[in-house]
Antibody, heavy 120, light 106 residues
Framework: EVQLVESGGGLVQPGGSLRLSCAASGFTFSNYWMSWVRQAPGKGLEWVANIKQDGSEKYSVDSVRGRFTISRDNAKNSLFLQMNSLRAGDTAVYYC?????????????WGQGTLVAVSS | IVLTQSPATLSLSPGERATLSCRASQSVSSYLAWYQQKPGQAPRLLIYDASNRAAGIPARFSGSGSGTDFTLTISSLEPEDFAVYYCQQRSNWPPTFGPGTKVDIK
């Protein structure tokens, strides 16, 4: 079955760190751009970061740049998001998603999401 | 690029036609996608590059437009179509989403 499964979310204090993982299966992971998108409770969608097939290109939005790092391990079919210096505003469900071929920012496959709650 | 969606809520009955709008603050060419999200679920891609249906999406969903004005049309609403719909541009970094249109049952 083609799927993405996120893990690693949880409750963390402001200033803390978390590492999210996304396990891919059922497709050739190394052929696709991958992305993280988040959704604050009751709010809309916000792009976080994406990474090229071989990891040679990475992009992130201004609000997380310098705090979050996207990475991947193609041998393990896994995507990661290292989140440092977390703030209350980072509270959201974090989705990993797969791009459409060369169209990195067309998201054809999404995981079920993992909730990150930043609170003291 | 800021995307604006209208209306915020659309109240319709099954079988009716739904017309959702998305306007961009500057031209995004045809680099616009539409996603559907149901409560507690991840978004699902419906349309990409303004008018291309994603794999497995029923023909009742169609997209049109270019530049700054786009439309998602659902020709005849099925019960499973009541959801929130987001547009998203990929013309400029970062990709951005609109605030969503909720289609609910009248």
């Amino acid at each position: 079955e083609v799927q993405l499964v996120e893990s690693g979310g949880g409750l963390v204090q402001p200033g803390g760190s978390l590492r999210l993982s996304c396990a891919a299966s059922g497709f050739t992971f190394s052929n696709y751009w991958m992305s993280w998108v988040r959704q604050a409770p009751g709010k809309g969608l916000e792009w976080v970061a994406n990474i090229k097939q071989d990891g040679s290109e990475k992009y992130s939005v201004d609000s997380v740049r310098g705090r979050f790092t996207i990475s991947r391990d193609n041998a393990k079919n896994s995507l990661f998001l290292q989140m440092n210096s977390l703030r209350a505003g980072d509270t959201a469900v974090y989705y990993c998603a797969r791009g459409l071929g060369a169209a990195a920012a067309v998201l054809t496959l999404w995981g079920q999401g993992t909730l990150v709650a930043v609170s003291s | 690029i800021v995307l604006t969606q209208s209306p915020a809520t659309l109240s319709l009955s099954p079988g009716e036609r739904a017309t959702l709008s998305c306007r961009a603050s500057q031209s995004v060419s045809s680099y616009l996608a539409w996603y559907q999200q149901k409560p507690g679920q991840a978004p699902r891609l419906l349309i990409y590059d303004a008018s291309n249906r994603a794999a497995g999406i029923p023909a009742r969903f169609s997209g049109s437009g270019s530049g700054t004005d786009f439309t998602l049309t659902i020709s005849s609403l099925e019960p499973e179509d009541f959801a929130v719909y987001y547009c998203q541009q990929r013309s400029n970094w970062p990709p951005t989403f609109g605030p969503g249109t909720k289609v609910d049952i009248k």
